[in-house]
């Protein structure tokens, strides 16, 4: 990860620390079939950036880069992005494997607001940190 970015991560890494993230086991989320959510991933790879990700009948079906670094050629399609439901997952198989950090802010309905994860705090380009910035359901 290049400097900035890895700054960046861990910038955001610390303040969800602080902000009311969790590293207890996920509360439960009656995820909708149907949602679109916006959100901002910070990221060594393809999938950083802004992004408005659109699930339909409990899967990921249309994604669309919102900023210069979402729309480079080769960012990813749905295939590379997750449901919320999903986010939730890898929060909880983070934890379950041990990682050296992860955390997980829910919004009141149980819905993932803030992920963050470092599997290997000695490891570079392996910190992901995603801000859900707007959700909204037809």
């Not at 207890?24 to 950083?48: C, L, Q």
């Not at 955390?103 to 819905?111: I, T």
Request: charged share 30%; proline share 4%; net charge negative.
């Amino acid at each position: 990860m290049r400097g900035a970015e890895r700054a960046s991560a861990l910038l955001v890494a610390a303040v969800l620390a602080v902000s009311g993230c969790t590293t207890e086991p996920a509360r439960d989320w009656d995820e909708p079939a149907d949602y679109t959510y916006e959100a901002s991933i910070t990221v060594f790879g393809p999938t950083a950036g802004e992004w408005r990700v659109t699930v339909r009948d409990h899967e990921v079906a249309e994604v669309e880069g919102l900023d210069e670094w979402s729309t480079l050629e080769g960012s990813g399609g749905p295939e590379n992005f997750d449901t919320l439901s999903q986010v939730i997952e890898r929060y909880e198989q983070a934890r379950a494997a041990g990682a050296d950090a992860v955390s997980l802010k829910q919004e009141r309905d149980g819905r993932p607001s803030q992920y963050a994860v470092d599997m290997d705090k000695d490891a570079v380009d392996d910190e992901l940190t995603m801000v859900v910035t707007a959700f909204t359901t037809p």
